[in-house]
């Protein structure tokens, strides 16, 4: 449900996230419970959201530069140009911008901090364009199940206190996911005070809209009421098969006040994080 959830809580931001459809499964007539239907990520889905033609060609990579399909080639080119030069002259900015897609990146960016992921961005991460002229790189989310609190369940920092924002600007090596090879787009970016005032104007503005308590809230006990039904049938078809998993409906839904706790509490902590910041 966690991942499902901030997919949904996305769905009308400029992000190229995964549509998702709970199904309940049968295999050779026995009951499987509940699986999450998904939106696969591969060319196909690029050509589809973008009206593209099957002819058009993709640069597609994960996490440090491993290509999918394509080649490394062009991104590794705007990697040496961050490396060489300082950001904050507005010529080397302007050439940065060109080459990405600032709509999409905004909002990633600011969705996964604001999820408190921290699977990411060293882990998780898919980028793409397309082979054409003047196309940009835009990123997938993908696979965000350690945001909203889960992460210090699995050893990650994380929880709804976490300055993601902070993560997402060390500069250092380290064994976490933000190593500096996969900080350092935004880094670079930060370097440009325009960039600053542009980011967090517009992530004020999704922590009083998209990432409200108001809106999120309702997402979450749609996906609760939906599951609700079908969750006692579903425990008991796996929780022998691994202790760690729920073993009431009660635990269940216990997990789920935990979504809320998150969404009730973190659109405040990340504003005061920006103003620690900016």
Same mark, same amino acid.
């Given at each position: 449900?966690?991942? =499902?959830?901030?997919?949904?809580?996305?769905?009308?931001?400029?992000?190229?996230?995964?549509?998702?459809?709970?199904?309940?499964?049968?295999?050779?007539?026995?009951?499987?419970?509940?699986?999450?239907?998904?939106?696969?990520?591969?060319?196909?889905?690029?050509?589809?959201?973008?009206?593209?033609?099957?002819?058009?060609?993709?640069?597609?990579?994960?996490?440090?530069?491993?290509?999918?399909?394509?080649?490394?080639?062009?991104?590794?080119?705007?990697?040496?140009?961050?490396?060489?030069?300082?950001?904050?002259?507005?010529?080397?900015?302007?050439?940065?911008?060109?080459?990405?897609?600032?709509?999409?990146?905004?909002?990633?960016?600011?969705?996964?901090?604001?999820?408190?992921?921290?699977?990411?961005?060293?882990?998780?991460?898919?980028?793409?364009?397309?082979?054409?002229?003047?196309?940009?790189?835009?990123?997938?989310?993908?696979?965000?199940?350690?945001?909203?609190?889960?992460?210090?369940?699995?050893?990650?920092?994380?929880?709804?206190?976490?300055?993601?924002? =902070?993560?997402?600007?060390?500069?250092?090596?380290?064994?976490?996911?933000?190593?500096?090879?996969?900080?350092?787009?935004?880094?670079?970016?930060?370097?440009?005070?325009?960039?600053?005032?542009?980011?967090?104007?517009?992530?004020?503005?999704?922590?009083?809209?998209?990432?409200?308590?108001?809106?999120?809230?309702?997402?979450?006990?749609?996906?609760?009421?939906?599951?609700?039904?079908?969750?006692?049938?579903?425990?008991?078809?796996?929780?022998?098969?691994?202790?760690?998993?729920?073993?009431?409906?009660?635990?269940?839904? =216990?997990?789920?006040?935990?979504?809320?706790?998150?969404?009730?509490?973190? =659109?405040?902590?990340?504003?005061?994080?920006?103003?620690?910041?900016?």
């Amino acid at each position: 449900m966690r991942d =499902a959830l901030m997919h949904t809580i996305v769905q009308d931001l400029d992000i190229y996230g995964q549509a998702n459809e709970p199904v309940v499964v049968y295999l050779n007539n026995k009951y499987w419970g509940i699986y999450n239907l998904r939106e696969k990520f591969n060319k196909n889905y690029i050509r589809r959201h973008q009206n593209l033609s099957k002819d058009v060609k993709f640069d597609i990579l994960e996490r440090h530069y491993q290509v999918d399909e394509g080649s490394e080639d062009d991104y590794v080119t705007l990697v040496d140009y961050l490396l060489q030069h300082d950001l904050n002259d507005q010529k080397h900015f302007n050439h940065v911008i060109s080459q990405i897609d600032t709509a999409n990146f905004l909002d990633y960016y600011c969705a996964q901090i604001y999820f408190a992921n921290t699977d990411w961005p060293g882990n998780n991460i898919k980028y793409w364009k397309a082979k054409l002229p003047d196309s940009k790189w835009n990123w997938f989310m993908h696979d965000t199940d350690l945001g909203f609190a889960l992460a210090p369940l699995f050893m990650h920092p994380g929880g709804v206190d976490h300055n993601t924002l =902070a993560f997402n600007l060390n500069d250092q090596e380290t064994n976490l996911h933000n190593q500096p090879w996969a900080t350092l787009l935004f880094r670079k970016l930060t370097e440009s005070q325009v960039f600053n005032e542009v980011f967090v104007k517009h992530f004020l503005k999704l922590l009083d809209d998209e990432f409200s308590p108001e809106r999120v809230i309702p997402l979450i006990n749609n996906m609760q009421s939906r599951l609700r039904p079908e969750m006692s049938r579903h425990i008991n078809r796996w929780k022998d098969e691994d202790p760690s998993f729920y073993q009431s409906v009660s635990a269940w839904e =216990a997990e789920v006040e935990l979504l809320r706790e998150f969404a009730r509490k973190r =659109a405040d902590i990340v504003k005061g994080h920006l103003e620690q910041w900016n």
